[in-house]
């Protein structure tokens, strides 16, 4: 059989096991802080907004001026196919949130092969794509983050195709993407900026009139078309597209969240976060194989801009974009001092480069090797890989609490000095073991976080209807807490549960009486 199809066949394989993998195991994960934001708050009022005409509502929304371009579709499909039980509408929601993880990580693999029509490069960024710890956990519940991951990588994937060949049909595409990508996340803004400013050098190196008047027409049809699909998607924008627009960018840029972020050891505030905090999250979470290949890829590309310099050929342009996307994000939030916490998730959107840029690296070592050698260095990155697989492994379901060992040896090294269960995910297995030990027709709790509340929904109906939350730890019987804003143990004896991931006790639940 020819190698291609072979290719093809492995290909077509692992998509088919990553669907049924992660239908399998979707149910495992809990229910993380903002889901319901997300829904009730964002898809549920723009698509009220959309279709019953309640304006006033959708416009002293919280959520408002989030992107409702996953959360609308989301919602409409939702009440497409009328599903009414809470439980059945989060797992759907987690379904839909893990679609689009792996359709992005399709457009990823296809990306990669355009650039180096390699199947073994292509495929290896795939894998390493889909199985990063952190990512992969949360491309079942984080609509937000991952969602604008998923379309980021999307747009990654049609700003290529646009720099490549200014045709209609890619215009419009990469016009649509951008505009869908705004509308997700108003920082997807970067995206048609560097595009168009890439498209302006590519033009002005040409230095003929044809050039000129073909970056006038296409430049506009693109803005126009990504102008107005960000409109069509993000409804607050339609009654005063401008002003709207601007005020969603003032208040995501400096968004109050008004909580204390744990780092090492210390409660800091939002006005005070350090410099460093994103780039020691991204650091201490990112498998060190990830970091490596990365940072090399990077000098690599500085190192053969300023050796050509102008002259440099595509590839070397594609990459310079990569390190683009990389580090003017992280850049940007240094400069401005957004309010950012819970780790890296607000860049999430960065894997999709870090791993476009290991690619890159993979092509350069592997360049002038035999067939030979190139088998002995995809099995010797397999083997680096390893332990960051087994890792998920044994972190599973909580994926997201992965630490790469660079600063702490385990989660459990971590616990009391980084936050750890910053969505709540660890109620749900709480909840099902009082359910299961109390057989009471009424079980009174007090949980320390709403997430507590939240992973309630994800209970049968009938033990659901059990669970009565106190807001009084005075008529509670039992106590559950996720140690959020915690830098020591609860002031409880009577421990009845406790889950350990890593060493770390992340979850405990008290018997109060």
């Known amino acids: 059989m020819e190698a291609k199809k072979v290719h093809h066949y492995v290909t077509m394989f692992f998509f088919a096991a990553l669907l049924i993998f992660g239908f399998i195991i979707v149910d495992d994960y809990g229910m ?22 309640d304006v006033s509502t959708y416009q002293k929304s919280d959520e408002r001026y989030h992107g409702t371009a996953i959360e609308l579709p989301l919602y409409g499909l939702e009440k497409a ?35 180096y029509d390699d199947w073994w490069i292509a495929f290896t960024g795939l894998v390493i794509y889909v199985f990063t710890p952190r ?3 949360d491309a079942f519940y984080n609509s937000k983050d991952v969602g604008f991951l998923s379309v980021f990588t999307i747009a990654m994937y049609s700003g290529y195709k646009f720099l490549q060949k200014q045709d209609l049909k890619t215009i419009l595409l990469h016009g649509f993407v951008c ?11 970067i995206m048609p900026v560097i595009t168009i400013g890439v498209y302006f050098i590519q033009q002005f190196l040409k230095i003929n009139s044809k050039s000129w008047t073909n970056l006038v027409i296409v430049s506009c049809i693109f803005l126009i078309v990504t102008y107005l699909i960000t409109i069509l998607f993000w409804p607050i924008l339609w009654h005063s597209p401008i002003i709207e627009f601007a005020n969603a960018w003032i208040q995501i840029s400096h968004f109050h969240w008004n909580k204390d972020i744990l780092y090492f050891g210390e409660f800091i505030s939002e006005n005070n976060i350090p410099w460093h905090y994103m780039p020691v999250w991204i650091g201490i979470t990112t498998p060190i194989i990830t970091l490596v290949l990365c940072i090399i890829g990077c000098f690599i590309v500085l190192y053969e801009l300023i050796k050509t310099r102008a002259n440099c050929n595509n590839l070397i342009r594609t990459n310079v974009i990569f390190v683009i ?62 332990p960051c697989f087994i890792s998920m492994a044994q972190l599973h379901p909580y994926e997201n609490l992965y630490f790469n060992k660079l600063k702490f040896k385990s989660t459990g090294d971590a616990r009391f000095n980084m936050d750890l269960d910053y969505w709540g995910l660890s109620y749900r297995k709480a909840l099902e073991f009082l359910v299961k030990s109390d057989h009471h027709p009424e079980i009174h709790v007090k949980v320390d976080t709403y997430p507590g509340k939240l992973n309630a929904v994800l209970l049968p109906i009938v033990e659901r209807k059990r669970i009565i939350f106190e807001d009084d730890i005075k008529n509670a019987d039992y106590f559950i807490g996720n140690y959020r804003w915690m830098k020591n143990e609860y002031p409880y004896t009577n421990e009845i549960y406790c889950l350990s991931v890593d060493r770390a006790k992340v979850m405990v639940c008290y018997k109060l009486r």
């Not at 903002?34 to 005409?53: C, L």
């Not at 505009?179 to 803004?189: E, N, P, Y």
């Not at 890296?344 to 476009?356: E, G, I, T």
């Open 32 to 53: 993380s802080w903002d889901e319901t934001y997300s829904r009730d708050q964002n898809g549920v009022i723009a698509f009220n907004y959309v279709f019953n005409n």
């Open 81 to 115: 196919i009328e599903i009414n039980d809470v439980r059945t509408i989060y797992l759907f929601r987690h379904y839909m949130t893990f679609l689009l993880f792996v359709f992005s990580s399709f457009m990823f693999y296809k990306l990669m092969r355009l650039i």
């Open 135 to 137: 990512i992969f956990a």
């Open 179 to 189: 505009g869908f990508l705004i509308a997700t996340r108003i920082s997807g803004v």
């Open 325 to 386: 996307y990389l580090f003017l994000p992280i850049a940007s939030i240094i400069i401005l001092k957004s309010v950012v916490y819970d780790g890296w998730r607000h860049l999430f959107f960065l894997h999709a480069p870090m791993v476009a840029l290991i690619c890159f690296t993979i092509y350069k070592f592997t360049l002038k090797l035999s067939l030979f050698k190139k088998n002995i260095f995809y099995v010797i990155l397999t083997l680096l890989y390893l």
